[in-house]
């Protein structure tokens, strides 16, 4: 086995020198080998070999067994003479055949044997050797051991550096190693000694070699390294072959997994020696110096691959590959087998803060200008893969802390440091609470101890964090107005506390980026008055450092996002992008927008140099209305584009909401007359050019070029890559963070998108406009994550998927991108819904989940025009945008509803159904509980209704009758109470009618009794169940009458609705009683007037009517009237409930006179339509009785007929009734008749009683100031001249009109009738009516009146309230449009009216002063001048002499 059969010949004798410098082993074979051939008698060439030799022997002799043991112990005495052991170690097994016939020959070795006779053979071989020179025999055969093992990782031909064995190399140590375990079982193996010799010939040492000796258990790593006397020696040899092993390991081989398992083995020794305390240090020389060895080792690799990344290392290659291979090991399974879980964590503690003090060479003034570049989109994904795993081991909390400690003790990389702020802020559930904490207490410390380190610390981490987006943190611009912008912040406590901030603010002015500067500036930190001049002084030094950047306050957008750390927009840029914002405003809100009116007042160079010449872009005058499209049909520009590269669009005949900005703003003299002019001209003439070149002169798209819509697809395209492979979990977020940056890059955002800061998203439900560009993005998202949802549920269900769906989403919730995303939605749904796929379908509906799921960070929709003014909360969006009207969006809205719910289930299962259904919008969840299936129905167009019209009515007696109504409430139904029923139908038609659903069916809004048969078939129903309740039986009993349900349905609706004089809630309001009215009208008139019970001579019951007309219709009637639906259904109502009683004339003239004191506006409403109401009441009234109208009746008709005989030439009555009630029918005759004067008439009036007069001029200025407010009701003789002429008459008879300024509610009779008989807002108008009649007033006669100065004073502070509050503006806003001239404006009948009183009040006599006290208190704010006139005259009534004129003779 171990025998040469042809030994070399022997050489010249060497001298003892030489024979000594020879090598032990060879030394030793050269001499049994000399002996050999001494003993042979042959001739001196080759001989045959002794196994022939010995052949020929066996078949010539027969031993017996005695003689085969000595021929045995001859052959092992032979065999040990003549062995190599050199290449006895290293022999492989050979052909079955030879090996047989070797252990014939040596299969024993003593009695008893039982090992491997060929290892016995080797160590009884090495025993003798090592006794022969006297050295131990362990020592020998580590020696033999590891020069074998030295042999084998030479003997590859490939050339270094490597680190992999081959496979034949592995098949030979194998056998080495067998013989070396053998060799330590009999106890004749040193490993110390082996190691030494490995030492020797390092550079020659494959890494898997000793990676194997350690697996193998015959020297472990550590007693390997540990043997070694240099150790920076060790360092190197060990970091440089890490290295290799590392890029081997990522390279395409065969062995890949020898080379993990390698690298894992080598990872765990050198973590568990380096960071275990209390190790187990048996058979360790000096465990501190193996620990600093393994933390040098780890330490150096580290600090290579950060290099590798600072040096830009390109994908795929070497070095790359080795840093992403080394990076992984600090994933959490690589370190299962250390049984203490400390070191682990003591490592990537380590690890953190030697990427943090890595290379410490920026400055702070250099994180100050580049850390937007630091963001963790453009942070290297290897590395913010490292911080992601580092994060696994550490908690937040101890991460925050550790991230402290490593700023306060060490300098450190501003860039990593920063980059690791991004990923924390991004891959953290709670990281915004976290770093909020962290910088408040930064802040907190540096105000304390003015520490200049923790104030830069805080700014920087604030900044950091706000650059990864509002759903991450908030922007810049909230987050310093949040901290600074109030007197409970961190510079409020002290002078010191501000100097410090302000001399921080001003040391960073040099370095800062002009976003943060202007955000300072906008934004400042609110300070005390005394120390305004810190603040003055900064302002100013910001502004110049603006200047000297070419960056202009006064030129920003009136919308431009301040939280964005990028570069500033050129301003004609975002003019264009106000405009468009400007004009969306002005559409919902119908006012000229607060931003545009500040710009034009306090940035009027931005204003006039830049937004008004975006919005005056030229428009061709056309002959037809121009369409609006899915673009910008209105803005004629689209954003981010010069209006000079723009054709100019059309000027449609019909104002659109452009040109009535335009208009608006021209009428607030908002617009310069040339520039206007000019305007208008350009628009005449732009048509007649023909441009040279039309494809020049065609639209451009946005600054966003075909570049990075490509980039966000490809970004879009690995993210699949990355949902679909369970692997990659981990690059999710960070692949995220690449699409937010590209979808940000795509449409020209800022680097960071704010907030939405409470602004609304607007949205039109009928014609939803894009961008084109927008379109394509949106529309690249969506089949994006339809495409993604796919692919992932195809590998997993939605509840073992992953948070990718949830982070794409809030990619998508951005404040510029969200409502190109809503509105792409409504038309996919609400306009395109039955064409999409059923993917798509699934799609959008998970959609819609996760857009649930992040509710409370999205702003409301206000969808309209023509919707309510109130916003929806995104997920009920969906309500509106899945109608039930036809056969197919039906089928689709239920196709929608089961994914949505099919979805939030199966992604929430492991939480409570709660949490499943919070992420819905109760509209989706279709339980069809009564009100859900009312709902429905209401939709439903007839035109395409699956049912006739007589099977949709069967349909409706059946759900109504035989399923809801019997239902108990608790599953929806009503609990057989048909009131129930009617009620909650009252409720359900009216939030339609109120919705932006309802406006789909047609143009007209009059819906519920118009042209939509749908709604008209519920409505009938509606009228059927009143029906059977007015048919139901009589309460039992004298139990008092309860009121009509519907009053309750109306009362509670009208108190949901907000109080204010504003435009926008009268509107909502109006619009609700609108709806109310509508449905009285559709029901019988017994609604209003409840029935007298049969065994009293009772009035009926009208409660609930006149509490609805005296706080709600009267309201909105018009000069002390209500309209003549209302009217006449009242009446009807009355005598049908009257002519049902005992005694119908008492029960109807309780009625009326209960009405003079309780419900009086529905008297003068009869007054007014009279001639109409008359003819039909006589003749209900003559059906059912023969005797006359009763007496209450007939006096409306004497008031009447008292009216017109005033106006007749004939004379005057006397007065019949109640004077209010004959000056109210006088009033409404005067108005019909169109006299050019009533001078004769009023004349007639003499002798009638003071009080007609009075109540006359009442209801005059009642009409003069709906005259204001309503200009077609003028007629030929103006309202002013009705009013002047009978203050002329009461004057004349001197008869005291002050009063009716000074009524009130706890006026008894007189202030309490008048009141119920005007709307509130006109009585709050008062003020202007009394002083419009300024020039008709006798002054001497006022003067003399006790009440006159505190009437007037009280009027012209009541007129100033107004005016500040701008309640005057409507008076003369629609007056100035028509015929009706007011009296100038709000700002000369103020004028004129303080002039009056400064002239008036030293006139007036000392009685007049006796409340001057409450006058002067109120006049305090209001008007300084009105206030020290009224003290000084008060001072001169206490004392005459000191203002007397002094007698000279």
């Given at each position: 086995?171990?025998?040469?059969?042809c030994?070399?010949?022997m050489?010249?004798?060497?001298?003892?020198?030489?024979?000594?410098?020879?090598?032990?082993?060879?030394?030793?074979?050269?001499?049994?080998?000399?002996?050999?051939?001494?003993?042979?008698?042959?001739?001196?060439?080759?001989?045959?070999?002794?196994?022939?030799?010995?052949?020929?022997?066996?078949?010539?002799?027969?031993?017996?067994?005695?003689?085969?043991?000595?021929?045995?112990?001859?052959?092992?005495?032979?065999?040990r003479?003549?062995?190599?052991l050199?290449?006895?170690?290293?022999?492989?097994?050979?052909?079955?055949?030879?090996?047989?016939?070797?252990?014939?020959?040596?299969?024993?070795?003593?009695?008893?044997?039982?090992?491997?006779?060929?290892?016995?053979?080797?160590?009884?071989?090495?025993?003798?050797?090592?006794?022969?020179?006297g050295?131990?025999?362990?020592?020998?055969?580590?020696?033999?051991?590891?020069?074998?093992?030295?042999?084998?990782?030479?003997?590859?031909?490939?050339?270094?550096?490597?680190?992999?064995?081959?496979?034949?190399?592995r098949?030979?140590?194998?056998?080495?190693?067998?013989?070396?375990?053998?060799?330590?079982?009999?106890?004749?193996?040193?490993?110390?000694?082996?190691?030494?010799?490995?030492?020797?010939?390092?550079?020659?040492?494959?890494?898997?070699?000793?990676?194997?000796?350690?697996?193998?258990?015959?020297?472990?790593?550590?007693?390997?390294?540990?043997?070694?006397?240099?150790?920076?020696?060790?360092?190197?040899?060990l970091?440089?072959?890490?290295?290799?092993?590392?890029?081997?390991?990522?390279?395409?081989?065969?062995?890949?997994?020898?080379?993990?398992?390698?690298?894992?083995?080598?990872?765990?020794?050198?973590?568990?020696?380096g960071?275990?305390?209390?190790?187990?240090?048996r058979?360790?020389?000096?465990?501190?110096?193996?620990?600093?060895?393994?933390?040098?080792?780890?330490?150096?690799?580290?600090?290579?691959?950060?290099?590798?990344?600072?040096?830009?290392?390109?994908?795929?290659?070497?070095?790359?590959?080795?840093?992403?291979?080394?990076?992984?090991?600090?994933?959490?399974?690589?370190?299962?087998?250390?049984?203490s879980?400390?070191?682990?964590?003591?490592?990537?503690?380590?690890?953190?803060?030697?990427?943090?003090?890595?290379?410490?060479?920026?400055?702070?003034?250099?994180?100050?200008?580049?850390?937007?570049?630091w963001?963790?989109?453009?942070?290297?994904?290897?590395?913010?893969?490292l911080?992601?795993?580092?994060?696994?081991?550490?908690?937040?909390?101890?991460?925050?802390?550790?991230?402290?400690?490593?700023?306060?003790?060490?300098?450190?990389?501003?860039?990593?440091?920063?980059?690791?702020?991004?990923?924390?802020?991004?891959?953290?559930?709670?990281?915004?609470?976290?770093v909020?904490?962290?910088?408040?207490?930064l802040?907190?410390?540096?105000?304390?101890?003015?520490?200049?380190?923790?104030?830069?610390?805080?700014?920087?981490v604030?900044?950091?964090?706000?650059?990864?987006?509002?759903?991450?943190?908030?922007?810049?611009?909230?987050?310093?107005?949040?901290?600074?912008?109030?007197?409970r912040?961190?510079?409020?406590?002290?002078?010191k506390?501000?100097?410090?901030?302000?001399?921080?603010?001003?040391?960073?002015?040099?370095?800062?980026?002009?976003?943060?500067?202007?955000?300072?500036?906008?934004?400042?930190?609110?300070?005390?008055?005394?120390?305004?001049?810190?603040?003055?002084?900064?302002?100013?030094?910001?502004?110049?450092r603006?200047?000297?950047?070419?960056?202009?306050?006064?030129?920003?957008?009136?919308?431009?996002?301040l939280?964005?750390?990028?570069?500033?927009?050129?301003p004609?840029?975002?003019?264009?992008q106000?405009?468009?914002?400007?004009?969306?405003?002005?559409?919902?809100?119908?006012?000229i927008?607060?931003?545009?009116l500040?710009a034009?007042?306090?940035?009027?160079?931005?204003y006039?140099?830049?937004?008004?010449?975006?919005?005056?872009?030229?428009?061709?005058?056309?002959?037809?209305?121009?369409?609006?499209?899915?673009?910008?049909?209105?803005?004629?520009?689209?954003?981010g584009?010069?209006?000079?590269?723009?054709?100019?669009?059309?000027?449609?005949?019909?104002?659109?909401?452009?040109?009535?900005?335009?208009?608006?703003?021209?009428?607030?003299?908002?617009?310069?007359?040339?520039?206007?002019?000019?305007?208008?001209?350009?628009?005449?003439?732009?048509?007649?050019?023909?441009?040279?070149?039309?494809?020049?002169?065609?639209?451009?798209?946005?600054?966003?070029?075909?570049?990075p819509?490509?980039?966000?697809?490809?970004?879009?395209?690995?993210?699949?890559?990355?949902?679909?492979?369970?692997?990659?979990?981990?690059?999710?977020?960070?692949?995220?963070?690449?699409?937010?940056?590209?979808?940000?890059?795509?449409?020209?955002?800022?680097?960071?998108?704010?907030?939405?800061?409470?602004?609304?998203?607007?949205?039109?439900?009928?014609?939803?406009?894009?961008?084109?560009?927008?379109?394509?993005?949106?529309?690249?998202?969506?089949?994006?994550?339809?495409?993604?949802?796919m692919?992932?549920?195809?590998?997993?269900?939605p509840?073992?998927?992953?948070?990718?769906?949830?982070?794409?989403?809030?990619?998508?919730?951005r404040?510029?991108?969200?409502?190109?995303?809503?509105?792409?939605?409504?038309?996919?749904?609400?306009?395109?819904?039955?064409?999409?796929?059923?993917?798509?379908?699934?799609?959008?509906?998970?959609?819609?989940?996760?857009l649930?799921?992040?509710?409370?960070?999205?702003?409301?929709?206000?969808?309209?025009?023509?919707?309510?003014?109130?916003?929806?909360p995104?997920?009920?969006?969906?309500d509106?945008?899945?109608?039930?009207?036809?056969q197919?969006?039906?089928?689709?809205?239920?196709?929608?509803?089961?994914?949505?719910?099919?979805?939030?289930?199966?992604?929430?299962?492991?939480?409570?159904?709660?949490?499943?259904?919070?992420c819905?919008?109760?509209?989706?969840?279709k339980?069809l509980?009564?009100?859900?299936?009312?709902?429905?129905?209401?939709?439903?167009?007839?035109?395409?209704?699956?049912l006739?019209?007589t099977?949709?009515?069967?349909?409706h007696?059946?759900?109504?009758?035989?399923?809801?109504?019997p239902a108990?409430?608790?599953?929806?139904g009503?609990?057989?109470?048909?009131?129930?029923?009617?009620?909650?139908?009252?409720?359900?038609?009216m939030?339609?009618?109120?919705?932006?659903?309802?406006y789909?069916?047609?143009?007209?809004?009059?819906?519920?009794?118009?042209?939509?048969?749908?709604?008209?078939?519920?409505?009938?129903?509606?009228?059927?169940?009143a029906?059977?309740?007015?048919q139901?039986?009589?309460?039992?009993?004298?139990?008092?009458?309860?009121?009509?349900?519907?009053?309750?349905?109306?009362?509670?609706?009208?108190?949901?609705?907000?109080?204010?004089?504003?435009?926008?809630?009268?509107?909502?309001?109006?619009?609700?009683?609108?709806m109310?009215?509508?449905?009285?009208?559709?029901?019988?008139?017994?609604?209003?007037?409840?029935?007298?019970?049969?065994?009293?001579?009772?009035?009926?019951?009208?409660?609930?009517?006149?509490?609805?007309?005296?706080?709600?219709?009267?309201?909105?009637?018009?000069d002390?009237?209500?309209?003549h639906?209302?009217?006449?259904?009242?009446?009807?109502?009355?005598?049908?409930?009257?002519?049902?009683?005992?005694?119908?004339?008492?029960?109807a003239?309780?009625?009326?006179?209960?009405?003079?004191?309780?419900c009086?506006?529905?008297?003068?409403?009869?007054?007014?339509?009279?001639?109409?109401?008359?003819?039909?009441l006589?003749?209900?009234?003559?059906?059912?009785?023969?005797?006359?109208?009763?007496?209450?009746?007939r006096?409306?008709?004497?008031?009447?007929?008292?009216?017109?005989?005033?106006?007749?030439?004939?004379?005057?009555?006397?007065?019949?009734?109640p004077?209010?009630?004959?000056?109210?029918?006088?009033?409404f005759?005067?108005?019909?008749?169109?006299?050019?004067?009533?001078?004769?008439?009023?004349?007639?009036?003499d002798?009638?009683?003071?009080?007609?007069?009075?109540?006359?001029?009442?209801?005059?200025?009642?009409?003069?100031?709906?005259?204001?407010?309503?200009?077609?009701?003028?007629?030929?003789?103006?309202?002013?001249d009705?009013c002047?002429?009978?203050?002329?008459?009461?004057?004349?008879?001197?008869?005291?009109?002050?009063?009716?300024?000074?009524?009130?509610?706890?006026?008894?009779?007189?202030?309490?009738?008048?009141?119920?008989l005007?709307?509130?807002?006109?009585?709050?108008?008062?003020p202007?009516?009394?002083?419009?009649?300024?020039?008709?007033?006798?002054?001497?006669?006022?003067?003399?009146?006790?009440?006159?100065?505190?009437?007037?004073?009280?009027?012209?502070?009541?007129?100033?309230?107004l005016?500040?509050?701008?309640?005057?503006?409507a008076?003369?806003?629609?007056?100035?449009?028509?015929?009706?001239?007011?009296?100038?404006d709000?700002?000369?009948?103020?004028?004129?009216?303080?002039?009056?009183?400064?002239?008036?009040?030293?006139?007036c006599?000392?009685?007049?002063?006796?409340?001057?006290?409450?006058?002067?208190?109120?006049?305090?704010d209001?008007?300084p001048?009105?206030?020290?006139a009224?003290?000084?005259?008060?001072?001169?009534?206490?004392?005459?002499?000191?203002?007397?004129?002094?007698?000279?003779?």
């Amino acid at each position: 086995m171990g025998a040469r059969a042809c030994p070399r010949p022997m050489g010249r004798k060497r001298g003892p020198e030489a024979e000594r410098r020879r090598p032990w082993l060879v030394r030793d074979m050269s001499a049994s080998q000399a002996r050999g051939a001494a003993s042979d008698p042959g001739h001196g060439g080759c001989r045959r070999a002794w196994v022939e030799l010995l052949a020929g022997r066996v078949k010539r002799q027969k031993l017996g067994p005695e003689g085969e043991q000595k021929v045995r112990e001859s052959a092992l005495r032979l065999l040990r003479g003549h062995l190599n052991l050199g290449d006895l170690v290293l022999e492989v097994e050979g052909p079955p055949g030879k090996q047989l016939c070797l252990n014939r020959l040596i299969d024993y070795d003593g009695p008893g044997a039982h090992i491997d006779l060929s290892s016995s053979l080797i160590g009884s071989a090495l025993r003798d050797q090592a006794a022969q020179l006297g050295v131990p025999a362990a020592v020998l055969c580590s020696q033999v051991v590891a020069s074998g093992l030295v042999r084998v990782c030479e003997a590859d031909a490939v050339p270094p550096p490597k680190v992999l064995l081959t496979p034949d190399q592995r098949k030979k140590l194998s056998s080495l190693f067998e013989v070396a375990q053998n060799l330590l079982a009999q106890s004749m193996f040193s490993r110390l000694s082996f190691c030494q010799e490995l030492w020797k010939v390092q550079n020659s040492l494959l890494l898997e070699a000793v990676w194997r000796l350690h697996v193998q258990n015959i020297v472990s790593l550590q007693e390997l390294l540990e043997s070694h006397a240099d150790s920076q020696a060790v360092v190197a040899w060990l970091s440089r072959d890490l290295r290799l092993l590392c890029e081997q390991t990522e390279a395409p081989c065969q062995h890949a997994d020898v080379a993990r398992a390698m690298l894992a083995d080598f990872v765990q020794m050198l973590v568990s020696r380096g960071f275990q305390k209390n190790a187990d240090v048996r058979g360790t020389v000096d465990p501190e110096r193996m620990s600093q060895v393994a933390v040098a080792v780890l330490e150096r690799m580290l600090a290579s691959a950060l290099e590798a990344l600072a040096a830009g290392i390109q994908e795929g290659s070497a070095a790359h590959k080795a840093v992403s291979c080394w990076f992984g090991v600090f994933s959490g399974h690589m370190y299962g087998s250390i049984i203490s879980t400390e070191s682990p964590k003591r490592f990537f503690c380590h690890t953190l803060t030697q990427i943090l003090t890595h290379k410490p060479v920026l400055k702070v003034s250099d994180a100050v200008q580049m850390q937007r570049e630091w963001s963790f989109a453009r942070t290297p994904p290897l590395l913010s893969g490292l911080y992601r795993r580092l994060f696994v081991v550490l908690s937040p909390e101890e991460l925050v802390g550790h991230l402290h400690e490593a700023l306060e003790t060490q300098e450190v990389n501003w860039q990593h440091v920063l980059s690791c702020v991004s990923t924390l802020v991004i891959c953290l559930p709670d990281a915004q609470q976290l770093v909020d904490g962290w910088v408040s207490r930064l802040l907190t410390h540096a105000f304390e101890s003015c520490d200049l380190d923790s104030m830069v610390l805080a700014f920087l981490v604030a900044r950091q964090a706000a650059l990864e987006g509002p759903a991450a943190f908030p922007s810049y611009a909230a987050w310093f107005q949040a901290t600074f912008g109030s007197a409970r912040g961190f510079h409020g406590s002290s002078k010191k506390a501000l100097v410090f901030l302000f001399k921080f603010l001003s040391d960073l002015v040099p370095f800062e980026a002009p976003r943060y500067l202007q955000v300072h500036i906008l934004h400042p930190p609110l300070v005390p008055s005394k120390y305004r001049s810190l603040l003055t002084d900064y302002v100013a030094l910001a502004r110049t450092r603006l200047a000297d950047l070419k960056v202009s306050v006064e030129n920003m957008g009136l919308y431009e996002d301040l939280s964005s750390a990028g570069d500033v927009t050129e301003p004609r840029c975002q003019a264009a992008q106000d405009v468009e914002k400007a004009i969306m405003v002005f559409e919902h809100t119908g006012k000229i927008p607060a931003a545009v009116l500040e710009a034009s007042i306090f940035r009027r160079s931005y204003y006039l140099s830049h937004f008004l010449p975006a919005l005056l872009t030229p428009r061709v005058v056309s002959t037809r209305r121009r369409e609006r499209g899915a673009g910008s049909a209105e803005s004629g520009v689209p954003a981010g584009v010069s209006p000079k590269s723009c054709l100019p669009s059309q000027l449609p005949r019909i104002p659109d909401s452009r040109a009535a900005l335009i208009e608006s703003l021209r009428r607030a003299d908002k617009i310069p007359p040339s520039l206007y002019s000019t305007y208008r001209q350009a628009c005449s003439t732009v048509g007649e050019k023909k441009p040279e070149d039309a494809a020049s002169q065609r639209e451009v798209e946005p600054s966003c070029k075909e570049e990075p819509l490509g980039l966000l697809t490809t970004a879009l395209r690995e993210l699949r890559a990355s949902v679909t492979d369970p692997t990659q979990r981990d690059a999710l977020l960070a692949q995220m963070a690449v699409i937010s940056e590209q979808l940000r890059s795509a449409l020209g955002l800022g680097e960071d998108d704010s907030d939405f800061e409470g602004a609304p998203v607007q949205l039109s439900v009928r014609s939803p406009k894009l961008q084109p560009w927008e379109q394509r993005v949106v529309d690249l998202l969506l089949t994006s994550f339809c495409q993604n949802l796919m692919a992932a549920s195809s590998v997993a269900p939605p509840d073992r998927q992953g948070p990718w769906a949830a982070h794409f989403v809030r990619t998508l919730c951005r404040r510029r991108l969200l409502p190109a995303l809503l509105s792409r939605l409504c038309q996919l749904l609400h306009h395109q819904g039955p064409s999409l796929s059923a993917s798509h379908v699934v799609g959008l509906a998970a959609l819609a989940v996760h857009l649930g799921e992040s509710r409370s960070a999205l702003p409301e929709v206000h969808v309209g025009p023509p919707t309510p003014a109130r916003g929806l909360p995104v997920p009920e969006l969906f309500d509106i945008l899945l109608p039930c009207r036809t056969q197919e969006s039906s089928a689709l809205c239920l196709k929608f509803c089961t994914a949505a719910i099919s979805y939030s289930l199966c992604k929430f299962s492991s939480q409570s159904r709660d949490m499943s259904y919070s992420c819905l919008s109760p509209g989706l969840i279709k339980k069809l509980t009564y009100r859900d299936w009312l709902q429905l129905e209401l939709e439903i167009q007839p035109e395409v209704d699956s049912l006739s019209d007589t099977e949709r009515q069967d349909f409706h007696q059946w759900a109504i009758h035989q399923h809801f109504l019997p239902a108990p409430s608790a599953t929806g139904g009503c609990d057989g109470d048909l009131e129930v029923a009617c009620a909650t139908l009252v409720d359900v038609l009216m939030d339609f009618c109120q919705s932006s659903r309802s406006y789909g069916h047609s143009e007209n809004s009059d819906l519920v009794l118009g042209g939509c048969t749908g709604n008209r078939d519920i409505f009938s129903r509606l009228q059927e169940m009143a029906a059977g309740l007015e048919q139901g039986p009589a309460r039992l009993g004298h139990a008092a009458p309860r009121g009509h349900f519907l009053f309750g349905v109306f009362c509670r609706r009208l108190q949901a609705l907000a109080r204010g004089w504003d435009v926008a809630s009268r509107l909502q309001r109006q619009q609700e009683l609108l709806m109310c009215k509508r449905i009285l009208l559709g029901l019988p008139p017994s609604v209003l007037v409840g029935s007298p019970r049969l065994e009293q001579l009772a009035a009926p019951d009208c409660d609930d009517f006149f509490h609805l007309v005296n706080s709600e219709l009267r309201n909105f009637s018009h000069d002390g009237a209500l309209t003549h639906d209302i009217t006449a259904h009242f009446f009807r109502g009355l005598l049908n409930a009257c002519l049902r009683s005992r005694d119908p004339s008492l029960a109807a003239d309780l009625t009326l006179t209960a009405c003079q004191t309780q419900c009086p506006l529905l008297l003068t409403s009869a007054l007014l339509w009279w001639p109409h109401l008359e003819p039909e009441l006589h003749r209900r009234w003559r059906r059912c009785s023969q005797s006359p109208l009763p007496a209450e009746l007939r006096r409306l008709q004497e008031a009447r007929h008292f009216a017109g005989s005033v106006l007749s030439p004939l004379a005057a009555p006397p007065t019949p009734g109640p004077a209010w009630l004959c000056a109210a029918a006088l009033h409404f005759m005067i108005r019909q008749a169109g006299k050019e004067s009533i001078r004769r008439e009023l004349g007639q009036l003499d002798g009638q009683g003071e009080e007609l007069l009075v109540f006359l001029f009442f209801f005059s200025l009642m009409g003069l100031l709906s005259s204001h407010l309503t200009p077609q009701a003028a007629g030929s003789l103006k309202p002013l001249d009705v009013c002047a002429e009978v203050l002329g008459c009461l004057q004349r008879k001197r008869i005291s009109w002050l009063p009716l300024f000074q009524l009130t509610e706890t006026d008894a009779g007189l202030g309490r009738t008048l009141l119920r008989l005007a709307p509130d807002h006109q009585v709050r108008l008062l003020p202007v009516a009394f002083y419009s009649l300024l020039s008709y007033f006798d002054e001497d006669a006022l003067l003399q009146e006790d009440a006159f100065l505190h009437v007037a004073v009280n009027m012209y502070l009541k007129l100033v309230g107004l005016f500040v509050a701008g309640e005057t503006g409507a008076v003369w806003t629609l007056a100035h449009s028509g015929d009706l001239q007011a009296q100038g404006d709000p700002v000369s009948l103020i004028t004129n009216a303080r002039l009056f009183l400064l002239q008036s009040i030293p006139r007036c006599p000392k009685r007049s002063f006796s409340d001057v006290a409450e006058l002067l208190g109120a006049s305090a704010d209001c008007d300084p001048e009105v206030r020290a006139a009224l003290l000084s005259r008060q001072q001169a009534m206490l004392d005459p002499d000191l203002y007397q004129e002094p007698r000279l003779f």
